[in-house]
């Protein structure tokens, strides 16, 4: 049963910073690329960072360039978000994703996510 478990989030003031972590089971880890996705109210859900199966090669959302950055430790199955100079607008519930991240750029999820970690950003 493949499990992924997020875990970090919390409230924090404008200009802080938060890691979020992604623990997974039930996978060959090191086979997948890892996704993060954030869910806003009202809004759909848009990939924020990925990373390859060795972590070569990274990829972020526009949006967040510059102060989030993602990591992985392949010998413990598990993916980070490193958030700096937080803003309100990144106030979402955050998901770790497994997928493909092709050479294009382009992040294709798998049908496996956590449950979801909620982070608030207060002004």
């Known amino acids: 049963q493949v499990q992924l478990v997020e875990s970090g989030g919390g409230l924090v003031q404008a200009g802080g910073s938060l890691r979020l972590s992604c623990a997974a089971s039930g996978i060959i880890f090191s086979v997948y690329a890892m996704g993060w996705y954030r869910q806003a109210p009202g809004k759909q859900r848009e990939l924020v960072a990925a990373i390859t199966n060795g972590g070569s090669t990274k990829k972020y959302a526009d949006s967040v360039k510059g102060r989030f950055t993602i990591s992985r430790d392949n010998a413990k199955n598990t993916v980070s978000l490193q958030m700096n100079s937080l803003k309100p607008e990144d106030t979402a519930v955050y998901y770790c994703?497994?997928?493909?991240?092709?050479?294009?750029?382009?992040?294709?999820?798998?049908?496996?996510w956590g449950q979801g970690t909620q982070v608030t950003v207060s002004s």
């Open positions: 994703n497994a997928g493909t991240l092709y050479y294009t750029g382009s992040y294709s999820p798998a049908n496996y």
